[in-house]
Nanobody, 123 residues
């Protein structure tokens, strides 16, 4: 069992930056590929980014490519999402998730979810 806790959300103006953190407890994070997802009001949850558990390869949704960066620090059992050049359409609740396969994460097949953190981007 893995417990995931996100933090770092908040209110930011368009063009600004935020860094989200996802801290894990229960089992070592290095066992899992990790992903970030988001859900805007009235919309389905969508994939944002993922990072493999071994070589730290990263994958991004087209909508965030070039603006967001996912990274991990296995020694700290933490995954990060650096978000730059934020847009109002990035407003959503952001969730982290874990699975053994990064490919499953892209399809939103997640073994463990965090509780989410709100990101609001004002225009």
């Amino acid at each position: 069992q893995v417990q995931l806790v996100e933090s770092g959300g908040g209110l930011v103006q368009a063009g600004g930056s935020l860094r989200l953190s996802c801290a894990a407890s229960g089992r070592t994070l290095s066992r899992y590929a990790m992903g970030w997802f988001r859900q805007a009001p009235g919309k389905e949850r969508e994939f944002v980014a993922s990072i493999t558990r071994t070589d730290a390869s990263t994958y991004y949704a087209d909508s965030v490519k070039g603006r967001f960066t996912i990274s991990r620090d296995n020694a700290k059992n933490t995954v990060y999402l650096q978000m730059n050049s934020l847009k109002p359409e990035d407003t959503a609740v952001y969730y982290c998730g874990a699975n053994f396969s990064w490919e499953q994460l892209k399809r939103l097949f997640v073994l463990y979810w965090g509780q989410g953190t709100q990101v609001t981007v004002s225009s």
